[in-house]
């Protein structure tokens, strides 16, 4: 008995992808595409699973390679849900993200997410992470299966390190609609299952596979 | 033209042409073509082919105009490939021309050659041959027709008999209760709750028919709806989850494990209306499912007392002597119709809503993860596991949040608790009934849970009212709590007796009691009460309780005994005013001194007044003035 | 989650560490005390490349917290993470290097006396035998001051005079609580024991 239960937390070191299709709605739009998703949805009966959460962006670089390569960064992004002050912290460690070629159907890249103790952005300045950027992300929620989609807004703090209401300055005019399932890889089923599901949403919005590199 | 020239420009109309029109009317315009665009589309409309075989009349000047517009064209297309396939076929075209005209040429010449017509035999007819041929196109013919004449004719006598259930209409309103899709040619339907967090193997797949397509002419009045679905046989029939909570002998009951099947349960009629037939092919969908689970569980957990699995019946104890057995009967009306003698079925309603509220929440649990926060927290967690690592829960805590009882547990612990309670309840009433003096009512409070439920029982006597001995009992699941007037708690198995001895102590509580509260209203004073004393004979069970009351004047004692079993006794003794001479200096009055020494016993009965209170109290009145 | 204490039971002469440690657990049991699984803890040591200052980051596993993983720097901080925190420091592997030499583990059987948990294990420091540790827990209690008589009653039955005076931390932090809201503190504790105690 105890042996089961305790296994899978030692267990699921098991590398994990997260497969990723991003696309944007107006603002205007944005309740004709939550109706769409409820009904799409597992969660129908319930109401809008709305969530609210701060992101910070910490980066640590190799002091002495600065000049040579600007590539040897880590980053991690720290995560709270500002709505509910009792669920834990949550370091996100993105790996390069995977394109592939016209047969895969998503984007793909290494991923990693551990809740940790409130006290980790302390604990990252302390190891030599420095903060590099922060925003607030609202939004709402659904999941379908182990699909989960997320449509929400971006702002920018005013203020640095103040997430109160007055303090944030929605960015763009439309809202980020993201389709993800987080699993171990080779599971190209997956794929299949979230370009069929993004199917659903046309012609409302447009989920692809986008290329960040480019974009920067 | 002697009117002044005026110009014309021949052009496609300025309107914006419509490339989406969305959901809330809004039109999305394409901008208008230019004119080297719009040339260019018009030259796509254009099928050469057609014009080679129509216009083959006049070729070379249409030929030699083609080429001109290709020439001209060749400047406005910076990239020629897209005009490559016109100018092929052109020059194809111009080709075929050039050789047909010189053929024509040559022909019309007659220089070189001469063409004249070749004769023919004419073809050898045969009348008969002819005949059977023609009549058997004209058969096929006529039977096409009349076929169709048919279809048509059922269709006119359907729309004339009632045009609001035609089959159009029938499928809008499958479609809005029912998930349907169309395979091929036919309209299939799923009734299976997997869409609702079910992930029972079985499927639940049905076709739709159109009535019309089966029914022979005769019969389409008589239908009632154009629409009927045909469901897979093995949902056919009705079905449903009997629980029965039986007394036995101490042993299991293996007797009554046979297949039971209550002849008097009806079917659906082949010609129900749909809507009710699908419910039905669902509930029985539902029952097996159910069936199943608790099956698999009942072989799976390992009870005190093994769960029995026997063909459609699960069997288990509750409490010693008492069974609970849960049937899957489904009744598909192919069975032989077995005349069971008129068995009373004990089925226990609310019991068998419980365990398809238990599978809902299965269900409802299988589809509803608790939302993760912040919103990329893995998924398909509970809440606490999320709060595990940070939190550092240890082991025992992740042992504890792991363990998660099954169906069959609970609905165990749901009949334990009911059984507990409909036990008490007869306690309770056949004390009240047995018992008048005094008086036991009994509370129950209307807000309970299926594992839970509480009664305040009220003891009190008539006219006495202003005394009263209050109990709440707390049932559990295999144990009721008590909580006394005085703020103890005990705590009770789920035998009767045990109950049943609680009360009986509390009434010979409540009358001494009653005693001690007459005895300060009337001056009396109480010498003294014992709640639980070890005088008196030997009792088969229960204790006794004594109160020793002395009177105002102290000249008469009252001595009080209350058992459950034995009764009510009272005892009275007069005291001899010449005894006080004899009185030691540590006594210091003289009713102490009389503690014991010759009671005389009252007889009870003979006493006047309504209740034992009542009765005591008579007493005493008398007696205080004595 | 109680007071917990952890000493070093010396090996002595012409004696092997599984021997000690086999006599150790049939003292426990002829105590009454009944065999409750297994138990590890562990720590590796991560150092800095090349950053400034350098920085030493430990990181520690302990089977009582299976879902855990504590993560403490040299200055003092400590973050309690998931288990798959280790995952990330894998990442880390151009800044922050596992330190081969020093990784330290004790591993063993636990045992439940009433209310108090046993662990005995043999610690080894990159896979070499170093000696053995004794923990005792007392659970119902959360105030280290007020159960170390308790504690040492119980120590002195099993190991004599070495849990004669209570460990040093206990002494200078005399009110050390190990609330469910600062789990660490028991585990930085349980560390920095073993870091000290044993020879390098």
Redesign the interface.
């Known amino acids: 008995m105890e042996a089961a239960a305790l296994a899978p937390s030692l267990k699921n070191i098991a590398p994990q992808q997260e497969y990723l299709l991003q696309g944007s709605i107006l603002d205007t739009h944005r309740d004709v595409l939550l109706h769409r998703l409820r009904g799409l949805c597992d969660n129908a009966e319930r109401n809008f699973e709305a969530f609210s959460d701060y992101e910070a962006v910490y980066v640590l670089r190799n002091s002495s390679t600065a000049q040579q390569s600007q590539n040897q960064h880590v980053t991690f992004r720290v995560r709270h849900a500002l709505d509910h002050s009792d669920a834990p912290d949550h370091i996100r460690y993105l790996g390069q993200a995977e394109l592939g070629d016209r047969s895969r159907h998503t984007l793909v890249r290494a991923c990693l997410d551990v809740a940790c103790s409130s006290n980790v952005r302390d604990f990252l300045t302390e190891m030599g992470f420095r903060i590099d950027h922060d925003y607030v992300v609202k939004g709402h929620f659904f999941h379908k299966g182990r699909m989960k989609v997320t449509v929400y807004k971006i702002f920018r703090l005013i203020q640095p390190n103040k997430t109160d209401p007055h303090n944030l300055e929605p960015l763009g005019q439309s809202h980020l609609v993201e389709l993800s399932v987080v699993a171990p890889l080779g599971q190209e089923q997956i794929g299949e299952d979230m370009k069929n599901f993004a199917e659903q949403l046309k012609p409302l919005v447009l989920l692809e596979k986008f290329d960040h590199r480019k974009i920067q | 033209m002697a009117a002044p020239s005026v110009n014309i420009s021949v052009e496609a109309a300025i309107e914006h042409q419509i490339q989406?029109v969305r959901?809330d009317g809004q039109e999305i315009y394409l901008a208008p073509l230019s004119m080297s665009e719009n040339l260019s589309k018009l030259a796509h409309k254009i099928d050469f082919y057609k014009d080679e075989s129509e216009e083959k009349g006049k070729p070379t000047s249409e030929g030699e105009k083609d080429t001109d517009e290709e020439k001209v064209l060749a400047p406005f297309q910076p990239s020629l490939w897209p005009w490559d396939s016109v100018r092929n076929k052109l020059k194809n075209s111009l080709t075929e021309i050039s050789v047909l005209y010189d053929v024509l040429n040559i022909v019309k010449e007659k220089h070189y050659m001469v063409t004249d017509p070749v004769s023919q035999d004419p073809p050898e007819l045969k009348a008969s041959l002819q005949m059977l041929a023609k009549k058997k196109s004209l058969v096929a013919a006529a039977q096409l027709l009349s076929t169709g004449a048919e279809r048509l004719k059922r269709v006119q006598v359907e729309m004339t008999s009632n045009t609001q259930d035609n089959f159009l209409m029938e499928l809008l309103k499958l479609r809005r209760n029912w998930r349907l899709k169309k395979v091929h040619n036919t309209i299939l339907g799923e009734l299976s709750y997997k869409s609702a967090g079910s992930r029972f193997w079985q499927g639940g797949t049905f076709e739709v028919l159109k009535t019309s397509d089966l029914a022979a002419d005769g019969e389409v009045a008589s239908r009632k709806s154009s629409l009927d679905v045909s469901i897979p046989s093995e949902l056919e029939g009705v079905a449903y989850i009997q629980v029965e909570v039986k007394t036995v002998s101490d042993l299991m009951d293996l007797t009554s494990a046979t297949l039971k099947m209550p002849a008097g349960l009806g079917t659906v009629s082949a010609d129900a209306y749909w809507q009710q037939k699908l419910e039905v092919a669902q509930n029985v969908l539902f029952c097996k499912e159910l069936f199943a689970q608790l099956a698999r569980e009942a072989v799976q957990v390992k009870g005190t007392t093994p769960h029995m699995v026997v063909g459609n019946q699960i069997l288990t104890n509750v409490f010693p002597g008492i069974q609970l057995s849960i049937v899957l009967c489904h009744y598909t009306g192919k069975e032989k119709k077995v005349n069971l003698a008129p068995h009373k079925l004990e089925h226990n309603h609310v019991l068998e809503h419980s365990l398809h509220q238990l599978l809902r929440e299965v269900h409802d649990r299988n589809?509803?993860?608790s939302?993760?926060?912040?919103?990329?927290?893995?998924?398909?967690m509970s809440?606490r596991?999320?709060?595990?690592?940070?939190?550092?829960?240890?082991?025992s805590e992740?042992?504890e949040?792991?363990q998660s009882e099954s169906l069959l547990e609970q609905i165990l612990k749901q009949t334990k608790h009911a059984v507990l309670r409909i036990r008490t309840m007869h306690v309770i009433d056949q004390l009240a009934v047995s018992i008048q003096d005094p008086q036991i009512c009994a509370h129950w409070s209307c807000l309970n849970s299926s594992l839970e439920s509480s009664v305040r029982i009220t003891i009190t006597s008539y006219c006495y009212e202003n005394c009263k001995t209050l109990l709440v009992l707390l049932i559990g699941i295999d144990t009721i709590k008590v909580v006394m007037k005085d703020g103890r708690v005990c705590t009770l198995l789920f035998e009767n007796s045990e109950l049943r001895d609680l009360i009986q102590w509390q009434i010979c509580q409540h009358h001494a009691q009653s005693i001690q509260s007459l005895a300060k209203m009337q001056g009396w004073q109480v010498l003294s009460a014992i709640i639980n004393s070890g005088h008196g004979d030997m009792e088969a069970y229960g204790t006794t309780t004594d109160v020793m009351l002395a009177s105002p004047k102290g000249n008469v004692i009252l001595a009080f005994h209350s058992n459950p079993v034995s009764g009510n006794k009272l005892a009275i003794k007069k005291l001899d005013p010449s005894l006080d001479a004899h009185i030691s200096p540590a006594v210091t009055a003289s009713k102490w001194a009389s503690l014991a020494g010759d009671f005389q016993e009252i007889n009870l009965n003979q006493l006047e007044g309504r209740n034992l209170v009542g009765k005591i109290d008579m007493l005493m009145a008398r007696l205080t003035s004595s | 989650m109680g007071v917990s204490c952890v000493f070093s039971y010396p090996v002595p002469e012409g004696r092997s560490g599984a021997q000690v440690v086999d006599i150790l657990q049939k003292q426990v049991e002829t105590m009454g005390g009944s065999k409750t699984g297994t138990f590890y803890v562990d720590c590796e040591t991560y150092q800095s490349v090349m950053l400034n200052p350098p920085k030493t980051l430990h990181i520690l596993h302990n089977s009582e917290y299976p879902a855990s993983c504590f993560a403490i720097l040299d200055s003092g901080a400590t973050l309690v993470a998931d288990t798959l925190f280790i995952a990330l420091m894998s990442n880390l592997k151009n800044i922050y290097q596992a330190w081969k030499g020093a990784k330290i583990e004790s591993k063993g059987n636990r045992f439940q006396l009433a209310d108090f948990i046993l662990k005995i294990g043999s610690v080894s420091l990159a896979g070499s035998f170093k000696g053995i540790l004794l923990e005792v827990e007392y659970c119902p209690c959360i105030v280290a001051s007020e159960c170390w008589a308790m504690l040492k009653e119980l120590l002195q039955s099993l190991i004599g005079n070495i849990a004669e005076s209570p460990p040093s931390a206990l002494k200078k932090k005399k009110w050390m609580k190990s609330t469910p809201q600062q789990p660490q503190c028991c585990s930085t504790w349980t560390i920095s024991t073993t870091l000290g105690k044993l020879p390098p």
Not at chain 2, 385 to 395: D, T, V, W
Request: net charge positive; proline share 13%.
């Open positions: 989406e959901y589809l509803n993860y939302p993760p926060h912040p919103a990329n927290a893995m998924l398909g809440k596991r999320r709060l595990a690592g940070p939190r550092a829960m240890s082991r992740l042992v949040m792991v």
